[in-house]
C-alpha cells in the first residue's frame, strides 16, 4: 500500500498489486476523522444526555449539525468494508476469502468485548458495549457465508434488508420471551442481562448493517482495474443522487422508512432539524439513504481532487482504519480519566467541559498528534506483509 500516492487514480498494477484504491481509504479516512468528533462529545459532554442528540425539540444546534455530519461514518464505513472484501476475493481464492472474514470478524468482536468495552467501565457499570466494531465483525462472519452467490442475488438481498427491514419494527420482545437475546441483537436496541453481573448493550443492532455490507460487495466491480475511472464517478455520482432523491421524495411524504419529522411552531431551524432527525440504532432506510448518497458523492470528489495534500492525508487514516480506531479510543479514555483524578466531577457525577467549543478546540488539537502513530502503522503494515497478524488490523 502506497501511504502517500502520487495520484488518487489508482494504477491497473497497484490495484492488482494490493487491492487498495485511494479514493477508498480517503473517504474511509474521512470518516475516521469525523468519528473523533463524535467521540469526543462522548469524551467530554458526559452530562448531556446522548439518547437522541438530534431531538428536534431539545438539542443543542451545534451538537445536533455535528452529530448529522457524523451520522455519514458507520454506514459508509460498513459499506467499503464490503467492497474491501470483495476486492480482496479478487486477489484470493473463495476459501481464503472466507476464511479472512470469518477471522477478521471474530478479531473484531473479541476486541469489542475484551478491550473496548472495559475502557469505558471507570465511568460506567460492567457492560459489554455491542457497538459499531462488535456490528462489522459479525457482518463480516455473514458475508463470508454469503459471497458465493450470484451478484444479483446479492444486490436482491442487500436491497430486500435494507429497503424492508423497517417493516420490522414494530416487532418488539419483551426480556423474558425466549428469543429476546436474538431479537435484541439483530434488530431492537435493548440490554441483555448476563452472568456475574454484567450486562450487554446492542447498541448496533446488525440486522439491517448485513444489507449495507452486502450491497457494498456487490458494488466491488465497479472498483476493478479495467472499470474507467470517469466511469466509476459517473455511475457512483448518479447513484448517489438517486439516493437523496428517493430521500427527499420518502422524506416529504413522511411515510416509511423512519419516524416522521414535525413542524415545531416559531421555529424554522427546528423544522428543518426535525426533518433530517433520522434514526440510526438499527439505521432507518430514510438514514442510509441520506448517508450513503451523500458517501457516493463524497467518493466522486476525493477522485476528482487527485493528489491533494489534504486527500492524501486522509488516505493515511484510511490505511489503518482499525489502528487509529483502537488508538482515538484509547487516547481519550486516558485523558478524560486523568482529567478526572485531577479536577474530579464538575458536572455531575462526571468530568466534562460546560460548553461544546471545548470539545471543538480538542478536536483541532488531536488531529495531528493522532496523525503520525497512525501514519507509522500503515507504512508498518505496507511494508511488513510478512507478518501475517497486521492484516487483522
Not at 61 to 78: D, G, H, I, K, N
Not at 103 to 129: C, D, H, I, N, Q
Request: glycine content about 8%.
Amino acid at each position: 500500500m502506497a501511504v502517500h500516492p502520487s495520484t488518487l487514480e489508482a494504477s491497473t498494477e497497484e490495484s492488482a498489486r494490493t487491492g487498495r484504491i485511494a479514493s477508498i481509504d480517503a473517504l474511509r479516512g474521512l470518516v475516521m476523522v469525523l468519528m473523533l468528533l463524535d467521540h469526543l462529545r462522548e469524551t467530554w459532554f458526559l452530562h448531556v444526555s446522548v439518547a437522541d442528540p438530534v431531538d428536534a425539540r431539545t438539542a443543542l444546534p451545534a451538537l445536533y449539525l455535528a452529530r448529522l455530519a457524523v451520522s455519514l461514518c458507520a454506514p459508509v464505513f460498513v459499506v467499503l468494508t464490503g467492497v474491501a472484501a470483495y476486492l480482496f476475493s479478487t486477489r484470493h481464492t473463495p476459501a481464503e476469502t472466507r476464511a479472512y472474514l470469518v477471522k477478521r470478524g471474530l478479531v473484531l468482536m473479541a476486541l469489542e468485548v475484551f478491550y473496548l468495552s472495559e475502557l469505558y467501565w471507570g465511568v460506567a457499570s460492567p457492560t459489554l458495549w455491542l457497538q459499531v466494531i462488535w456490528c462489522i465483525g459479525v457482518c463480516m462472519i455473514v458475508l463470508a457465508a454469503l459471497i458465493g452467490l450470484p451478484r444479483p442475488v446479492l444486490v436482491a438481498v442487500g436491497l430486500l434488508i435494507v429497503c424492508g427491514h423497517n417493516l420490522l419494527d414494530p416487532i418488539q420482545l419483551q426480556p423474558d420471551q425466549p428469543l429476546f437475546p436474538v431479537w435484541a441483537m439483530l434488530h431492537q436496541r435493548d440490554v441483555i442481562v448476563l452472568p456475574f453481573g454484567l450486562v450487554a448493550k446492542t447498541t448496533y443492532p446488525v440486522f439491517p448493517w448485513i444489507g449495507v455490507i452486502v450491497l457494498g460487495f456487490a458494488l466491488g466491480p465497479w472498483f476493478l482495474p479495467g472499470i474507467a475511472t470517469r466511469t466509476r464517478e459517473r455511475r457512483f455520482a448518479m447513484l448517489g443522487c438517486a439516493m437523496l432523491v428517493a430521500f427527499a421524495l420518502l422524506r416529504l411524504g413522511n411515510g416509511y422508512g423512519d419516524k416522521p419529522w414535525f413542524v415545531v411552531d416559531g421555529s424554522a431551524l427546528r423544522t428543518g432539524m426535525s426533518f433530517f432527525a433520522l434514526t440510526k440504532y438499527p439505521p432507518a432506510l430514510l438514514f442510509l439513504l441520506l448517508t450513503l448518497g451523500i458517501g457516493a458523492l463524497l467518493l466522486v470528489v476525493l477522485e476528482r481532487m487527485g493528489d491533494r495534500p489534504v486527500v492524501a492525508a486522509l488516505a493515511v487514516f484510511g490505511g489503518a482504519p482499525l489502528f487509529f480506531y483502537l488508538l482515538h479510543l484509547t487516547v481519550l479514555r486516558l485523558l478524560y480519566h486523568g482529567a478526572f483524578a485531577i479536577w474530579g466531577a464538575t458536572q455531575g457525577t462526571v468530568f466534562a467541559v460546560a460548553d461544546y467549543t471545548w470539545v471543538l478546540v480538542w478536536y483541532a488539537a488531536l488531529i495531528a498528534p493522532l496523525y503520525f502513530p497512525t501514519a507509522w502503522f500503515s507504512r508498518l503494515k505496507a511494508s511488513r506483509r510478512d507478518i501475517a497478524w497486521l492484516k487483522y488490523l
